[in-house]
């Protein structure tokens, strides 16, 4: 495959690779290089650091199971909290919610914001939505400093390396946890499963030290651009209470017109295959 015309992102000893027409964006900002192709296959392709982030293609099943598996099992949410998310696709998903009347988005680089609000205009539409305010700093700084409180935390992170490496830490759980109203939720994209089990293993295992191991719940959903395409969120409930996400509490406002996300992949996701438990010690 002659270089120009693919872009491939090689992991470990493994690749993932998409022909392209165009390359939109190639820029080095303050915490990483950004790059943005018009690709064959997947429609635009944000990449920062070499590393898949968003495609037109399967952009709304990540941006969807980030989201609105906490909203279904908050009764009233007011306030929500964004951290990483520059692409704005789950700003998106939470402007859905009119009951919503705060959403505050924290990303560290203000050219992965304008990016994509230049070249992936669907996805970053809900930027623009008055209830949305868009802070460009550290989210580890923005919980440990704002005062603010929040029935949703949704964190949005690139991998742990670099800017994002303080997002897979305790003093930031620890933090987060500090930020949620009563009865809120927080929730983290925790890796691959299958192609980072060590990392999906650690990170559950500090979100359980800081929230109690039965206040955080795992699932499972593909998305095919990232790495062996099987991807994990991490729900916790901010509360000792169990989180029970079998039992949401309002499916009923559920927005209409999702692409993905439906009461029965709700359930679906949660229950995570036997390799996973065993990673979490759940199974012998
Ligand atoms: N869905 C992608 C994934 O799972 O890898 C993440 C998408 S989003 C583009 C990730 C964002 O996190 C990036 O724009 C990056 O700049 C931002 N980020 C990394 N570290 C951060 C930090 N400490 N505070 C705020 N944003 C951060």
Redesign the pocket.
Not at 83 to 87: A, L, Y
Not at 106 to 109: A, F, T
């Given at each position: 495959m002659s270089e120009q015309e693919w872009f491939t992102e090689i992991f470990g000893n493994s690749a993932f690779s998409v022909r392209y027409s165009k390359k939109l964006v190639d820029l080095q900002s303050d915490?990483?290089r950004i790059e943005i192709f018009e690709s064959v296959s997947m429609g635009r392709v944000?990449v920062?650091n070499g590393?898949f982030?968003?495609t037109d293609k399967d952009a709304f099943i990540?941006h969807e199971m980030l989201v609105h598996p906490a909203m279904a099992l908050l009764a009233s949410p007011g306030r929500a909290l964004v951290?990483?998310?520059?692409?704005g696709g789950a700003v998106t998903e939470l402007t859905k919610y009119p009951e919503l009347t705060t959403i505050i988005l924290?990303?560290?680089?203000g050219k992965?914001i304008d990016s994509c609000r230049e070249f992936f205009p669907d996805i970053s539409r809900g930027l623009d939505d008055p209830r949305v305010k868009v802070v460009v700093g550290?989210?580890?700084a923005f919980v440990r400093e704002s005062g603010e409180h929040f029935d949703l935390i949704v964190v949005?992170?690139?991998?742990p390396v670099g800017?994002?490496e303080?997002?897979f830490q305790e003093p930031f759980y620890e933090a987060v946890k500090q930020s949620l109203r009563p009865g809120g939720l927080a929730v983290f994209?925790t890796e691959s499963p299958l192609f980072m089990e060590d990392v999906f293993h650690s990170v559950t295992l500090n979100l359980g030290a800081v929230f109690g191991h039965r206040s955080v719940r795992p699932y499972l959903a593909t998305i095919p651009c990232?790495p062996g395409g099987l991807w994990s969120f991490t729900l916790c409930s901010g509360d000792s209470y169990p989180c029970d996400p079998a039992n949401p509490a309002s499916f009923g406002r559920l927005p209409v017109a999702l692409r993905y996300y439906t009461p029965d992949i709700h359930r679906a996701a949660f229950a995570l295959p036997a390799f996973a438990q065993r990673s979490l010690g759940q199974l012998p």
């Open positions: 915490f990483q944000l920062l590393c982030m968003v990540y951290i990483g998310g520059g692409d924290c990303e560290i680089d992965v550290d989210g580890a949005d992170s690139t991998d800017p994002a303080v997002l994209q990232y």
